[in-house]
């Protein structure tokens, strides 16, 4: 028998990453908590357990995984994104804080575009987990939203969100690179595209480049804006006039990412940086 405290400790002395203390202990707790339903508070007062060869294996399985850097996020099957719970595996890239900071720009800012619509349309280019859809869906009532992925197995774990939080998004399979955004007279475009270079590639840790899927990370080295370009040519024919142009970019391209929106006629060009003070979100509204 060993009380949740203990157990804690002694996960948290098994995980040998290169990582903080602090985000070894954020990792043991999300364990405890979705796996074993040991809360903090169970940690804290040091509640005894009752664990059999069984949660013991479990846990030694996962230790081990942890140790070959997958992300927690993905050996619990879910992350949270603007306080809601979205399921995850290695089809999606796992959503992050950054992301968080363009959907709370677009819900703070979207009614800025001159002449929104009572009922805005929205498309989300590259939805992935469906995190960004799924939440404007939620926080914007009379929103239709719509979503795009190249990837039929990203889009069957954006479903799978968009019915367990009960949103309203409809999504298809498109290829915005080769393909025009299904639909027309939009309010809003949003994109988290692709956009880290290979070169990028070694500076990166282990369990983004060795877990999360390539196909939503990078880019060639040779053509870093080539989604910025197609989003922004193809969203200038899919949105109405003063429709907005909302993207997650590579801190390095900030100033040209701009002036590739302003080439297909977007106005109002704002850089946005994130928490880190680092280039993250371009918007502009279209002339």
């Not at 990837?151 to 968009?162: G, M």
């Not at 393909?179 to 290979?198: A, F, K, M």
Request: proline share 3%; charged share 25%; glycine share 6%.
């Amino acid at each position: 028998m060993k009380n949740s405290k203990a157990l804690f400790l002694d996960l948290v002395n098994q995980i040998k990453i290169e990582e903080s203390q602090d985000e070894i202990q954020s990792m043991v707790y999300i364990l405890l908590e979705n796996r074993f339903s040991i809360s903090r508070t169970d940690i804290l007062s040091e509640k005894e357990l009752l664990f059999g060869q069984a949660e013991q294996k479990e846990i030694a399985g996962i230790i081990k995984r942890i140790n070959d850097q997958e992300p927690i996020q993905y050996i619990i099957g879910e992350t949270e994104f603007y306080g809601r719970n979205f399921k995850v595996n290695s089809s999606v890239l796992i959503p992050r804080p950054e992301t968080e900071e363009l959907v709370r720009l677009i819900l703070n800012n979207f009614d800025e575009a001159a002449g929104v619509s009572d009922t805005h349309s929205v498309v989300d280019i590259g939805t992935g987990s469906g995190c960004i859809a799924i939440t404007l869906a939620l926080e914007m009532a009379q929103a239709e939203v719509f979503a795009t992925d190249v990837s039929r197995l990203a889009l069957e774990v954006a479903s799978k969100n968009a019915s367990d939080l009960e949103a309203n998004v409809q999504f298809i399979v498109s290829d915005i690179l080769k393909e025009e955004i299904p639909w027309q007279h939009l309010d809003l475009v949003v994109s988290n595209p692709p956009y880290i270079t290979r070169r990028e590639m070694g500076e990166m840790k282990k369990n983004i480049v060795s877990f999360e899927p390539h196909l939503a990370l990078f880019v060639p080295d040779d053509n870093p804006l080539l989604f910025y370009k197609s989003i922004a040519e193809k969203a200038a024919r899919a949105l109405r006039s003063k429709g907005l142009l909302v993207i997650e970019i590579n801190e390095c391209f900030g100033r040209d990412v701009a002036n590739v929106l302003t080439g297909y006629g977007f106005e109002e060009l704002d850089v946005v940086r994130d928490l880190f003070g680092k280039e993250r979100i371009v918007k502009g509204i279209l002339s």
